[in-house]
T-cell receptor
């Protein structure tokens, strides 16, 4: 099993450009998440999807949109990138019904906005 | 006050040492607790869940004190391979959707 995969691994954008970060999981998990990680701040939740067809805002949703395309895929879109969105983005999935809530993370996307 | 705070680190310890990390959380409604490990430029991975009764996994022991809103992680007989950043994670939701991550404590185990 691949677990959680993310594309691309690296990206450089100019201010104002748009892009979509892709995430897919093959563990049949219901819940998926997008986080950003900045130095000294820990991971912060951008959006999450408790199940297929639902999405909710996390701590830092401004400037982002998400789509839960199906149970496997959860994409994150930056409509107009800003330098403040330079960060490492992690997608994660979990199966809350198992009771463990363990989150499995993808390898991350390193995004630089100039 | 941040929701989850950790020892700022970094901790530099010799191989074989015992090291303890502390974490405090502010939301008394927090329901589940975890320690994750993150290697440099890699994704976080679950190290262990933390139960009210305390739990041990080999050289690692986790403790939870709900009254003081405090979590700890003890690593005995440190190995070079333990070098990483340790993230304290608190879940304040009912369905696993409200994970709050601490900023992490970096550990370097020196030969």
């Amino acid at each position: 099993n691949a677990g959680v995969t993310q594309t691309p691994k690296f990206q450089v954008l100019k201010t104002g450009q748009s892009m979509t970060l892709q995430c897919a999981q093959d563990m049949n998990h219901n819940s998926m998440y997008w986080y950003r990680q900045d130095p000294g701040m820990g991971l912060r939740l951008i959006y999450y999807s408790a199940s297929e067809g639902t999405t909710d805002k996390g701590e830092v949703p401004n400037g982002y949109n998400v789509s839960r395309l199906n149970k496997r895929e959860f994409s994150l879109r930056l409509e107009s990138a800003a330098p403040s969105q330079t960060s490492v983005y992690f997608c994660a999935s979990s199966e809350a019904s198992s009771g463990s809530y363990e989150q499995y993370f993808g390898p991350g996307t390193r995004l630089t906005v100039t | 006050r941040k929701e989850v705070e950790q020892d700022p680190g970094p901790f530099n310890v010799p191989e074989g040492a015992t090291v303890a990390f502390n974490c405090t959380y502010s939301n008394s409604a927090s329901q589940s607790f975890f320690w994750y490990r993150q290697d440099c430029r890699k994704e976080p991975k679950l190290l262990m869940s933390v139960y009210s009764s305390g739990n041990e996994d080999g050289r690692f022991t986790a403790q939870l004190n709900r009254a003081s809103q405090y979590i700890s992680l003890l690593i005995r007989d440190s190995k070079l391979s333990d070098s990483a950043t340790y993230l304290c994670v608190v879940n304040i939701g009912n369905y696993g959707q409200n994970f709050v991550f601490g900023p992490g404590t970096r550990l370097s185990v020196l030969p």
